[in-house]
């Protein structure tokens, strides 16, 4: 049976991968809103879909649409806004009697979890955060390692390098305040597939905080953990940037490379045949990363005390 889905921040970069994963599917994009009216892209996917700039003219189509058909609403709301957007409309979703999609992070401040949880029991409907990597074939093989080996001390390094420009520091995405902080917008499904894989934070510490880099150790259940992000391309390996590339992943266990480089096609497309199959993750399953965020966000570094990712040792540091 085809689900009817509606999208709000249809302008964003992530947007159409929700598209093709809704049409894709076998399923119907109806409606979508943005403040930007750049959004020729939705012609690829749902081009008789109905489109609002306004929020207010949005909420009161998928009222009215609850309403005036016998209480049919839409199925599901795909969530692609900003940020600190996402607490608000996962909680429209549930208002006009649809579940949500929405991507990371549900939440900026984990405490809003809870009123989800009550909002998820009183309106009879569900909240997935799209956890994609979870569903990536070496992050279910790495797992399986995991638990087959029944160790509790293995050795990780996670590097995460992406370039961005001026432009990111000028937007939401640079306000820690609406995203959360570089944790949030670049290393959320890093430490979700990790807690995921490695299991409850033991201890963290924080070496390194500036606006465009991070940098700590994680002490997990099953592993010790050295990270760092960064957007700054001076801290791109010399061989990548050599190369014209503008990125670097690289995530080590026990000295053996995980390869995520391919494989992140269609996890969007997963992501929803798992929701719609009856499997997603939800709140619980979201809540243990963006907790570990906030902690880092709100933390106060400390000396590396000689643990620390590579990226900080001496003949490292020009790079911080």
Same mark, same amino acid.
């Given at each position: 049976?085809?689900?009817?889905?509606?999208?709000?921040?249809?302008?964003?970069?992530?947007?159409?991968?929700?598209?093709?994963? !809704?049409?894709?599917?076998?399923?119907?994009?109806?409606?979508a809103m943005d403040r930007n009216d750049s959004v020729g892209v939705i012609d690829s996917y749902a081009p008789e879909a109905a489109f609002f700039t306004e929020f207010e003219?949005?909420?009161?189509?998928?009222?009215?649409?609850?309403?005036?058909?016998?209480?049919?609403?839409? /199925?599901?709301?795909?969530?692609?806004?900003?940020?600190?957007?996402?607490?608000?409309?996962?909680?429209?979703?549930?208002?006009?009697?649809?579940?949500?999609?929405?991507?990371?992070? +549900?939440?900026?401040?984990?405490?809003?979890?809870?009123?989800?949880?009550? +909002?998820?029991?009183?309106?009879?409907?569900?909240? =997935?955060?799209?956890?994609?990597?979870?569903?990536?074939?070496?992050?279910?093989? +790495?797992?399986?390692?995991?638990?087959?080996?029944? #160790?509790?001390?293995?050795?990780?390094?996670?590097?995460?390098?992406?370039? #961005?420009?001026?432009?990111?520091?000028?937007?939401?995405?640079?306000?820690?305040?609406?995203? @959360?902080?570089?944790?949030?917008?670049?290393?959320? &499904?890093?430490?979700?597939?990790?807690?995921?894989?490695?299991?409850?934070?033991?201890?963290? =510490?924080? &070496?390194?905080?500036?606006?465009?880099?991070?940098?700590?150790?994680? &002490?997990?259940?099953?592993?010790?953990?050295?990270?760092?992000?960064?957007? /700054?391309?001076? /801290?791109?390996? /010399?061989?990548?940037?050599?190369?014209?590339?503008?990125? $670097?992943?690289?995530?080590?266990?026990?000295?053996?490379?995980?390869?995520?480089?391919?494989?992140?096609?269609?996890?969007?497309?997963?992501?929803?045949?798992?929701?719609?199959?009856? @499997?997603?993750?939800?709140?619980?399953?979201?809540?243990?990363?963006?907790?570990?965020?906030?902690? !880092?966000?709100?933390?106060?570094?400390?000396?590396?005390?000689?643990?620390? $990712?590579?990226?900080?040792?001496?003949?490292?540091?020009?790079?911080?």
């Open positions: 049976m085809t689900q009817q889905f509606a999208l709000i921040g249809a302008a964003g970069f992530v947007a159409p991968k929700h598209m093709k994963a !809704i049409r894709d599917t076998g399923n119907e994009l109806i409606a003219r949005f909420d009161r189509f998928l009222e009215k649409r609850r309403r005036e058909q016998g209480g049919e609403a839409i /199925d599901y709301l795909a969530i692609c806004s900003p940020n600190y957007l996402h607490d608000a409309h996962c909680r429209l979703a549930l208002r006009v009697g649809a579940h949500a999609i929405c991507e990371k992070p +549900l939440v900026i401040n984990p405490w809003n979890l809870d009123q989800l949880r009550e +909002l998820e029991q009183e309106y009879g409907k569900k909240v =997935y955060s799209v956890l994609q990597l979870r569903l990536h074939p070496e992050v279910i093989a +790495l797992k399986e390692q995991v638990e087959a080996s029944q #160790r509790s001390d293995h050795e990780i390094e996670l590097t995460y390098i992406t370039r #961005r420009g001026r432009w990111y520091h000028q937007s939401w995405k640079g306000n820690p305040e609406l995203s @959360g902080g570089l944790g949030m917008n670049i290393g959320v &499904h890093f430490f979700d597939f990790l807690l995921w894989i490695f299991g409850s934070v033991q201890r963290s =510490y924080l &070496h390194l905080s500036q606006p465009d880099k991070l940098s700590g150790v994680l &002490h997990l259940e099953k592993a010790r953990i050295k990270w760092f992000l960064s957007i /700054d391309h001076h /801290d791109l390996p /010399d061989e990548v940037q050599a190369a014209g590339g503008y990125a $670097h992943r690289a995530i080590r266990v026990d000295g053996n490379e995980v390869d995520l480089s391919k494989g992140f096609t269609d996890l969007h497309t997963e992501v929803y045949r798992n929701i719609l199959a009856g @499997g997603g993750h939800g709140i619980d399953e979201a809540q243990r990363a963006i907790e570990l965020i906030y902690q !880092i966000r709100t933390s106060q570094t400390v000396p590396t005390g000689g643990a620390a $990712h590579p990226f900080l040792s001496p003949k490292q540091s020009l790079r911080v």
